[in-house]
C-alpha cells in the first residue's frame, strides 16, 4: 500500500488541524495504520494507532490522548487525524504509516509502508 500524508500547516495554539491519510494500492481498511510524528534530533514517535476495519482497538500517547482522535474514511480509502487543543509541543513532522498486523502496534519498525509526512507548527 502506498501512503500520502497532507493536512498540514501553521496553527495557533489551542486550534484545531486534521490530517488525511490516503492510500492508493490496496485497501487500507485491511491494515493497523497509525500516525508518528518526529522533532529534528529526536526519534520518531508513536501518535496514536488504530487497528484494521474489524477491530476497534485503538491507542494513544499520553500527550495527546483526548486531544487527538484517529479514524477511517472507508469510501476515501483514507485516514484522518483529528488534532485539538494543539500546543507547541505538538509541532513536528506527521507521518502516517500501515502494517499488515493482527494488532496494535506502537513502533515505527512495525511498520513497513509509509507516507512522506506532513509539517504541523503550532505557533503564536
Known amino acids: 500500500v502506498q501512503l500520502q500524508a497532507s493536512g498540514g500547516g501553521l496553527v495557533q495554539p489551542g486550534d484545531s488541524l486534521r490530517l488525511s491519510c490516503a492510500a492508493s494500492?490496496?485497501?487500507?481498511?485491511?491494515?493497523?495504520v497509525g500516525w508518528f510524528r518526529q522533532v529534528p534530533g529526536k526519534e520518531r514517535s508513536i501518535v496514536g494507532v488504530?487497528?484494521?476495519?474489524?477491530?476497534?482497538?485503538?491507542y494513544y500517547a499520553a500527550s495527546v490522548e483526548g486531544r487527538f482522535t484517529i479514524s477511517r474514511d472507508f469510501a476515501k480509502n483514507g485516514v484522518y487525524l483529528q488534532m485539538h487543543s494543539l500546543k507547541p509541543e505538538d509541532t513536528a513532522v506527521y507521518y502516517c504509516a500501515a502494517a499488515r498486523i493482527g494488532m496494535i502496534a506502537t513502533t515505527p519498525g512495525d511498520f513497513r509502508s509509509w507516507g512522506q509526512g506532513t509539517l504541523v507548527t503550532v505557533s503564536s
Open positions: 494500492g490496496d485497501d487500507l481498511g485491511t491494515y493497523v
Open positions: 488504530i487497528s484494521w476495519f474489524g477491530d476497534s482497538s485503538s
